[in-house]
C-alpha cells in the first residue's frame, strides 16, 4: 500500500515517523505540489494498532490517506462530486433563504439533513417551501456575490482533463446554480433538483423527483456505464450524508471537509488541503 500525507503543517519529522510505523517502506517528498506532501510506498496493510497510532500522529496536523499502491491516474475514468459545500463553499439554498431573512431557520435543517438526522427528501421540501414568493432574480444574485469555488478546485478539474477523467456533478441542490458551474469549470455532466417557478417567482416546490442519495450513486452507475467503466473506476467526493451512497460505490471515495459521518465512512478525507490534493493521491 501507498500512504499519502500532506498539508501546509506536515513536516519530514512527521513522516518519518510515520514512516517508522512500516517497516521497510521508502519515504518521498512531492516537491511539485502545492502543500506540503509525503509519499510513503511499500507499507504493509496495517493492523488496528497502527491505524491507530498513524491516526494520532497526524489527527489536528495534515491529511493522510492510506490506499493501494496502484491506484493512479490511470485507475479512473470518472470524477463525481457533490456541488454544495463541496466544489463550492456554500449552501446555495440557505443563501436563498438569507435573501428571505430565513437563513437560521434554514441553515439549521441543512445542517441536521448534512448529518443524516433528517429525511432529506422531507427536510428539502421543508426547505424550498420557505422561499416560496422570492423573485427568481434573487438566484442569480446568489450565484453572483455568493458562490465561490473551493480552493484547489481549478486546478484539481484543470489535471482532471489533461488525464481524460470526465466529471460529474450530482446536486442535491438546484439546477440553476449547476448547469452554470458546470459551464465555467468546463464540467461533463451535471444534474440537480429543479426549482419551482410562477410570475417570475419562486413556487416554494420542487419540479419532479427530487435528487436524492439514491439518484446520485444511481447517476454515478449510468455514467460509467456510458463510459464503459465499473463503478470501481469512479472517484466520489462529498461532504454530507446524502453522498455516501455514491461514494461507497466508488473506487475512491473522498470526504472533502466533511460532516463526521462521513468522514468516518470515507476511504480518506481532506480537512487540511484544498479540492487539489487529489492530486498527491492519483500521482505516478
Same mark, same amino acid.
Given at each position: 500500500?501507498?500512504?499519502?500525507?500532506?498539508?501546509?503543517?506536515?513536516?519530514?519529522?512527521?513522516?518519518?515517523?510515520?514512516?517508522? $510505523?512500516?517497516?521497510?517502506? #521508502?519515504?518521498?517528498?512531492?516537491?511539485? !505540489?502545492?502543500?506540503? #506532501?509525503?509519499?510513503?510506498?511499500?507499507?504493509?496493510?496495517?493492523?488496528?494498532?497502527?491505524?491507530?497510532?498513524?491516526?494520532?500522529?497526524?489527527? @489536528?496536523?495534515?491529511?493522510?490517506?492510506?490506499?493501494?499502491?496502484?491506484?493512479?491516474?490511470?485507475? !479512473?475514468?470518472?470524477?463525481?462530486?457533490?456541488?454544495?459545500? #463541496?466544489?463550492?463553499?456554500?449552501?446555495?439554498?440557505?443563501? %436563498?433563504?438569507?435573501?428571505?431573512g430565513l437563513k437560521a431557520q434554514v441553515?439549521? %435543517?441543512?445542517?441536521?439533513?448534512?448529518?443524516?438526522? $433528517?429525511?432529506f427528501d422531507a427536510s428539502l421540501k421543508?426547505?424550498?417551501?420557505? $422561499?416560496?414568493?422570492?423573485?427568481?432574480?434573487?438566484?442569480?444574485?446568489?450565484?453572483?456575490?455568493?458562490?465561490? !469555488?473551493?480552493?484547489?478546485?481549478?486546478?484539481?478539474?484543470?489535471?482532471?482533463?489533461?488525464?481524460?477523467?470526465?466529471?460529474?456533478?450530482?446536486? @442535491?441542490?438546484?439546477?440553476?446554480?449547476?448547469?452554470?458551474?458546470?459551464?465555467?469549470?468546463?464540467?461533463?455532466?451535471?444534474?440537480?433538483?429543479?426549482?419551482?417557478?410562477?410570475?417570475?417567482?419562486?413556487?416554494?416546490?420542487?419540479?419532479?423527483?427530487?435528487?436524492?442519495?439514491? =439518484? =446520485?450513486?444511481?447517476?454515478?452507475?449510468?455514467?460509467?456505464?456510458?463510459?464503459?467503466?465499473?463503478?470501481?473506476?469512479? %472517484?466520489?467526493m462529498g461532504d454530507g450524508a446524502n453522498?455516501?451512497?455514491?461514494? @461507497?460505490?466508488?473506487? $475512491?471515495?473522498?470526504?472533502?471537509?466533511?460532516?463526521?459521518?462521513? =468522514?468516518?465512512?470515507?476511504?480518506?478525507? !481532506?480537512?487540511?488541503?484544498?479540492?487539489?490534493?487529489?492530486?498527491?493521491?492519483?500521482?505516478?
Amino acid at each position: 500500500m501507498k500512504l499519502i500525507l500532506q498539508g501546509p503543517s506536515c513536516t519530514q519529522a512527521l513522516a518519518q515517523a510515520c514512516a517508522a $510505523l512500516f517497516p521497510g517502506s #521508502t519515504l518521498q517528498n512531492f516537491a511539485q !505540489f502545492p502543500y506540503q #506532501t509525503w509519499r510513503i510506498t511499500d507499507c504493509a496493510a496495517p493492523g488496528d494498532a497502527q491505524r491507530q497510532q498513524l491516526q494520532a500522529l497526524c489527527e @489536528g496536523v495534515c491529511d493522510y490517506a492510506l490506499l493501494p499502491q496502484s491506484m493512479n491516474w490511470d485507475s !479512473f475514468g470518472l470524477l463525481v462530486m457533490d456541488m454544495d459545500s #463541496t466544489l463550492i463553499t456554500i449552501e446555495c439554498i440557505d443563501e %436563498i433563504a438569507d435573501l428571505q431573512g430565513l437563513k437560521a431557520q434554514v441553515s439549521e %435543517i441543512t445542517e441536521a439533513a448534512m448529518r443524516g438526522e $433528517l429525511d432529506f427528501d422531507a427536510s428539502l421540501k421543508r426547505r424550498v417551501a420557505l $422561499l416560496q414568493g422570492l423573485p427568481q432574480a434573487a438566484l442569480q444574485q446568489v450565484y453572483e456575490e455568493r458562490l465561490r !469555488f473551493s480552493p484547489g478546485a481549478e486546478n484539481m478539474l484543470a489535471a482532471m482533463r489533461a488525464h481524460g477523467v470526465k466529471t460529474l456533478l450530482v446536486s @442535491g441542490g438546484f439546477t440553476f446554480f449547476t448547469e452554470r458551474v458546470k459551464a465555467q469549470m468546463q464540467l461533463d455532466y451535471a444534474h440537480a433538483n429543479q426549482l419551482g417557478v410562477a410570475d417570475g417567482k419562486l413556487s416554494g416546490q420542487v419540479e419532479g423527483e427530487i435528487l436524492n442519495a439514491a =439518484k =446520485k450513486r444511481d447517476f454515478l452507475q449510468h455514467y460509467c456505464a456510458q463510459l464503459g467503466i465499473t463503478a470501481q473506476h469512479a %472517484i466520489a467526493m462529498g461532504d454530507g450524508a446524502n453522498d455516501l451512497l455514491m461514494m @461507497g460505490a466508488a473506487g $475512491l471515495s473522498v470526504a472533502y471537509h466533511a460532516k463526521p459521518r462521513v =468522514k468516518q465512512q470515507a476511504m480518506c478525507g !481532506f480537512d487540511h488541503v484544498g479540492m487539489d490534493g487529489m492530486l498527491a493521491l492519483l500521482a505516478y
